[in-house]
């Protein structure tokens, strides 16, 4: 991956008391988009317990056949999609007129709004296609708001240099003093992608009301700071628990590791799902198919068609 130069952290994540693991969660193997294969490691049934995040898909393969199709013409509305690349190349464009391209350690966020329709084509023939797509629940009160994107190239996501060893990319929130590519308001997500070296400790505070995961995607890690901490391993999520007296999350490399950290305020609000769109009411739901059926989602204006 091409990142930024890493800058070192200013400040340091002091936490007295660890998080440790609910449960630990194995994705499910799936398809979407025409045909690209990925595992669906947050799902609908996590969605409360998880708020304000409603799915986590994981995809990295060398296959072209498993990735080749990607994602055509596709609507949303109600949220917004955090579409983390590894590696690989996929042009984004949408019907509100934006356009991008996601490379190597890049990211874009896209607030769906009140309604966009978006593809995510593959730009490679062949190579490794490797990264994350999250959506983050969007408060009743935004929901219909204006459709919005953001391309996040490498070069935009700072790297902090951990104290102890090892390396935080910091997507969203802050870690050790350093503020990441993006803040968003009510929901405030941190998303890290930490590496660790064997053997290396990483804490990050979290304000105790925020549901918080961890997934891991290379070695293997210990979560807590007891003598029991559990184990998580590589493809595994790492659900927080939501203990009052703990002020953060203390993570061990059990062998060299990768993993994201994922924490968020819940909204506590009804959840009505239809595929890809996420309201309050099924009367929402309604409208939405309606509203869709009938083109009243966003498009691009006349002047710039």
């Known amino acids: 991956m091409t990142h930024t130069p890493t800058i070192a952290a200013t400040a340091t994540e002091t936490v007295e008391r660890s998080r440790s693991v609910d449960r630990v969660v194995r994705g499910i193997a799936t398809s979407d988009g025409a045909g690209v294969k990925l595992t669906r490691v947050l799902t609908q049934n996590l ?46 464009r949408d019907s509100a007129g934006h356009e991008g391209l996601l490379e190597n350690g890049g990211a874009q966020w896209m607030v769906a709004g009140a309604g966009v329709v978006h593809s995510e084509l593959p730009e490679q023939e062949d190579g490794r296609m490797e990264g994350f797509q999250l959506w983050l629940n969007l408060p009743a009160a935004d929901k219909m708001t204006t459709p919005w994107y953001r391309d996040m190239p ?18 969203a929130g802050a870690s050790h003093g350093v503020a990441g590519a993006i803040t968003r ?80 305020q819940p909204l506590n609000e009804p959840i009505a799902q239809y595929g890809p769109f996420v309201m309050n009411t099924q009367e929402q739901i309604y409208q939405t198919l309606a509203d869709f059926r009938e083109g009243r989602f966003a498009t691009i204006p006349a002047s710039t068609a």
């Open 154 to 171: 490498a070069a935009a996501i700072p790297t902090v240099a951990l104290p102890s060893g090892g390396t935080v990319r910091v997507l």
């Open 47 to 92: 969605q409360r317990r998880l708020d304000p995040f409603l799915m986590l898909d994981a995809f990295g393969t060398d296959n072209k056949d498993d990735y080749i199709g990607g994602f055509p013409d596709h609507p949303h509305r109600g949220f917004e999609t955090i579409t983390y690349m590894l590696a690989g190349r996929m042009r984004h």
């Open 185 to 264: 308001p009510v929901t405030e997500p941190l998303y890290l992608d930490v590496h660790l070296p064997a053997g290396q400790r990483f804490a990050q505070t979290l304000p105790a009301g925020h549901n918080a995961f961890v997934y891991v995607y290379r070695g293997a890690v210990r979560i807590g700071d007891s003598a029991d901490a559990a184990v998580v391993e590589a493809q595994r999520m790492g659900v927080l628990d939501n203990a009052g007296q703990s002020d953060g999350v203390v993570v061990t490399a059990s062998e060299d590791a990768r993993f994201l950290l994922i924490a968020g």
